[in-house]
C-alpha cells in the first residue's frame, strides 16, 4: 500500500523526502527494533542471473533500480509480449486440491488477534472491517480479472531497489502505477515502460458501495457521528495489486505517497482481501510492538480513511491453506493472498 515505503519491505517513520537509501548500520538498527511478529521485510537476496532485481545490472544504469538492459530481456526488447517478468497468479495444476485449514498457527506463534469475528467491526473513528463482504461469486470474478492483466504487458512483476533488495510479494498497478523506489506515482513503471492497466468499471462500483455500506453501518454503531466520523466516498484512480506467497509479508508503513488534497480530505483507503488469511497490523506509531492485530480472511474489506487515514499499517504472515476450496477449484490461484487497495491520488 503505497505511501509507505510500504509495499514493501522497507519499514518507515513519518514521512519522506522521495528517497529511499539506507545504511548498513541504519538496516541492523530498524531489523533490531521489529519483533518476530513483524520482521524486517527489508532483506539482501542472493540473486542468480534470472533475477530480475540482479543488482549488477542495477549497477550498468547508474545506480536505477531497472533499466532496458536489466538481465531480463533481450537488447532494446520493449517488454513486446516476453513474459520473462510474467507471473501467474493462477497457473494450471493437475489435481491440486486444497489443504485443511492450519488453525495450529494461532498456538506456535501464540498469536491473539483482536476484534475478529462475524459481522461488521467498527475499531476506530472512519476504520471498519466487513467481514465476509465480497461474495464467493465475486472474489472468483476479481480472481480470474486480476490473473487475466497481471500476465499482459503492464502486470504481475517483482518489484526491487536499486540495492538488490526485493519486497516479499508481486505487484500490479491499475490507474496509475507506483513506484517503490521513489515513492511517486506515474503512467508508465521504470521496470519497463508498460503502461498501467485501467481499474475495471466493476471494481470501481464495488469500491462505491463497500464505502456506502460503511458509512451506514458507522452510523448505525455511532448515531451521533457527523460529516467527519464518516468515510468520504470517491472513485478511485488508484488500485494496487499485491500477490503475498506463504511466506509474504508487508512492513509497517503509511500509506502517504498520494496527493495534498486526497490526504488533507482524508480520502479512505480500500482494501480487498482474497485467498489465504493474513495477520494485519495497525497502530498509531511506527513500532509494530505497539500495533493492534486482526486476521482479514478471504471475501473482507477493510476500509480507512478520515482520521485514521494516516494510521500504520502492515502484514505480518501469512496463514496457508486458509482460502476457501471453491476459490481454489474455480480459479486455479497459487497458494497466498491477493490484495487490491484503492485510493484516489
Not at 100 to 118: D, E, I, T, W
Amino acid at each position: 500500500m503505497p505511501g509507505h515505503n510500504r509495499h514493501g519491505n522497507r519499514s518507515v517513520s513519518g514521512k519522506s523526502d522521495g528517497k529511499i537509501k539506507q545504511t548498513n548500520a541504519e538496516r541492523k538498527m530498524k531489523s533490531k527494533i521489529v519483533t518476530d511478529g513483524l520482521q524486517s521485510v527489508l532483506k539482501n537476496v542472493k540473486l542468480d542471473d534470472n533475477d530480475e532485481c540482479n543488482s549488477k545490472n542495477s549497477n550498468k544504469n547508474g545506480g536505477k533500480p531497472y533499466g532496458k538492459d536489466d538481465g531480463n530481456r533481450e537488447s532494446g526488447d520493449k517488454d513486446n509480449g516476453s513474459n520473462k517478468m510474467r507471473f501467474d497468479i493462477c497457473p494450471k495444476r493437475d489435481n491440486v486440491k486444497p489443504k485443511a485449514p492450519s488453525l495450529f498457527l494461532y498456538k506456535v506463534r501464540g498469536n491473539q488477534p483482536k476484534h475478529k469475528g462475524k459481522g461488521n467491526v467498527y475499531f476506530r473513528p472512519v476504520m471498519v472491517l466487513m467481514n465476509n463482504y465480497i461474495s464467493i461469486e465475486d472474489q472468483i470474478s476479481i480472481v480470474k480479472t486480476c490473473r487475466e492483466l497481471g500476465v499482459n504487458n503492464g502486470g504481475f512483476y517483482q518489484p526491487c531497489y536499486s540495492d538488490g533488495s526485493k519486497l516479499n510479494l508481486k505487484m500490479m498497478c491499475l490507474g496509475k502505477n507506483w513506484d517503490p523506489e521513489t515513492k511517486l506515482y506515474s503512467e508508465t513503471r521504470p521496470v519497463d515502460n508498460a503502461e498501467s492497466h485501467p481499474i475495471p468499471e466493476v471494481f470501481h462500483d464495488m469500491v462505491i458501495k463497500a464505502l456506502q455500506d460503511s458509512n451506514a453501518y458507522i452510523m448505525n454503531q455511532v448515531p451521533e457521528a457527523n460529516v467527519g466520523a464518516l468515510n468520504p466516498l470517491m472513485v478511485p484512480d488508484i488500485c494496487i495489486v499485491n500477490f503475498y506467497s506463504e511466506s509474504g509479508k508487508l512492513g509497517f508503513h503509511q500509506d502517504e505517497d498520494e496527493s495534498e488534497m486526497s490526504l488533507k480530505k482524508g480520502l479512505p483507503v480500500v482494501s480487498f482481501s482474497i485467498g489465504d488469511s493474513a495477520e494485519f497490523l495497525y497502530g498509531e506509531t511506527w513500532n509494530p510492538d505497539d500495533a493492534e492485530k486482526v486476521i482479514l480472511e478471504s471475501g473482507d474489506v477493510l476500509i480507512f480513511g478520515g482520521k485514521s487515514r494516516h494510521i500504520f499499517h502492515g502484514v505480518s504472515y501469512i496463514l496457508p491453506d486458509t482460502a476457501q476450496t471453491s476459490l481454489i477449484e474455480s480459479t486455479d490461484m497459487r497458494p497466498g493472498r491477493l490484495n487490491l487497495t484503492f485510493r484516489k491520488y
